[in-house]
């Protein structure tokens, strides 16, 4: 079966420092990946997604990046953190053809102070 | 673009009552449809989905139907547990494989 990781679960960190959030899946191959942003009692915001290794698609300029080294491993980094980063951020994997569900992590929750 | 809608919260109920949230979709093409659950502090998780017209999904006691000549994806449940609650997600999926998601409605089920 498939599961989806994500670390850490909570971050504290301060204004101007770096972001790394890491997300890998396992039990799959080739699939898609997705970066989304939810703010306190808000709906989804996709960020990035990507349908392959070194692929990304930004939907929203801002100073977040996405970077897919391998497979089944999807990154989310900042060089400097700004107050309106704090959220819930979420990674997701569907299969790579067709309309498909998609699955979820367990969610980092980031504070930024 | 693309988007689904759905009823604001939030929605508070006795144990036992009917549930439905509402949900309607724009769409230029055909979209499959999803509800999904989110409990506090989680990621979400898919409650049901439908990838055509007329098609009804449905599990754990949770129905959707796509209806197409309404553009709706009304979720119900008749008869709903404190367990229930948690805020539920609609949401709509295009040929590219992009979700878009409403902006949640808060259930709260009350013994």
């Known amino acids: 079966s498939q599961t989806i990781h994500q670390w850490p679960a909570t971050l504290v960190q301060p204004v101007g420092s770096p972001l790394s959030l890491e997300c890998t899946v396992e039990?799959?191959?080739?699939?898609?990946l997705y970066w989304y942003r939810q703010a306190a009692g808000r709906g989804l915001q996709l960020l990035f997604y990507s349908v392959g290794i070194g692929q990304i698609s930004s939907e929203v300029p801002q100073n977040l990046s996405a970077s897919r080294p391998q497979d089944r491993q999807f990154i989310l980094s900042s060089k400097k953190l700004l107050l309106s980063d704090s959220g819930f951020y979420l990674c997701?994997?569907?299969?790579?053809?067709?309309?498909?569900?998609?699955?979820f992590g367990p969610g980092t929750r980031l504070t930024v102070l | 673009g693309d988007s689904v809608t759905q009823m604001e919260g939030p929605v508070t109920l006795s144990e036992e009552a009917f549930l439905t949230i509402n949900c309607t979709y724009t769409a230029t093409g055909y979209p499959s449809l999803f509800w999904y659950v989110q409990y506090p502090g989680e990621g979400l998780q898919l409650l049901l989905k439908?990838?055509?017209?007329?098609d009804k999904g449905s599990n754990k006691g949770f129905e959707a139907t796509y209806r197409k000549e309404t553009t709706s994806f009304h979720l119900e449940k008749g008869s709903v547990q404190v367990s229930d609650s948690a805020v539920y997600f609609c949401a709509g999926g295009d040929n590219f494989n992009k979700f878009y998601f409403g902006s949640g409605t808060k259930l709260n089920v009350k013994p």
């Open positions: 439908a990838t055509k017209a007329d």
């Open positions: 039990g799959t191959s080739n699939p898609n």
């Open positions: 997701a994997w569907s299969r790579g053809r067709g309309i498909n569900e998609q699955f």
